[in-house]
């Protein structure tokens, strides 16, 4: 069957460490995979996009890598910060649809 | 450019109850997907319009049903309320199918009681 797993319910970490989440899949061959973020009671906002040609893609101190031989994708937040606090949801193309994995929780402690 | 707007933001309604939620996509953008979350299933996708045509249906009963406007405006309703409906509905917009980057509202909070 298909799943889309991201395997840390929760990841507590200190400021300025650098955090990392991982995403695998099973069953879906993707075009593109993206990372979200979500504050508690609010809407998920797009972090980042990586295509399935691409192995890395960076903005400001977030870095995605996406090995479609493992079927994997990692995030990483460098130099973490308390206000990176959230959930982070990784998101893959099902066909016509973007299925979400369960999401991380992340906290960063001052 | 305003972002996706989702109405009522709060609504509490009764098991047998039916519900109509709203959603203004970004101007321009003309695919709408609904998604489900709670706590124990996260984000379940419900389904995906694009030019007032369903274009993807989740695994959800017939009672979640939905449409799109020309003015790529969408209302998904639900009938027969039960309690495990009770969630928060997020509606998506993106420019066009299969683009990524979907830009959320900030989602109906359904309480059924």
């Known amino acids: 069957s298909q799943k889309i797993e991201q395997n840390s319910e929760a990841l507590n970490i200190q400021e300025g460490k650098t955090a990392t989440l991982t995403c695998n899949y099973t069953?879906?061959?993707?075009?593109?995979l993206q990372w979200y973020r979500q504050d508690p009671g609010r809407g998920p906002v797009f972090l980042l996009l990586?295509?399935?040609?691409?192995k890395e893609k960076r903005k400001e101190r977030l870095k995605v890598t996406f090995d479609t031989t493992l079927k994997q994708s990692l995030f990483h937040i460098t130099a973490s910060q308390p206000a990176d606090s959230a959930t982070y949801l990784c998101a893959l193309d099902g066909g016509f649809k973007t299925i979400f994995g369960a999401g991380t929780r992340l906290f960063v402690k001052a | 450019k305003a972002g996706v707007t989702q109405t009522p933001r709060y609504l509490i309604k009764t098991r047998g109850q039916q519900v109509t939620l709203s959603c203004s996509p970004i101007?321009?953008?003309?695919?709408v997907s609904w998604y489900q979350q709670t706590p124990g299933q996260g984000l379940q996708f419900l389904f995906e319009?694009?030019?007032?045509?369903?274009?993807n249906k989740g695994n959800f009963p017939g009672r979640f049903s939905g449409r799109q406007f020309s003015n790529s405006r969408s209302e998904m309703n639900v009938s027969t309320l039960e309690l495990g409906d009770s969630a928060l509905y997020l509606c998506a917009s993106s420019y066009s199918l299969g683009t990524g980057e979907l830009f959320f509202g900030e989602g109906s909070r359904l309480t059924v009681l």
């Open positions: 069953n879906y061959s993707p075009a593109y």
């Open positions: 990586i295509r399935e040609n691409e």
């Open positions: 101007s321009g953008h003309r695919s």
């Open positions: 319009y694009f030019s007032e045509t369903q274009r």
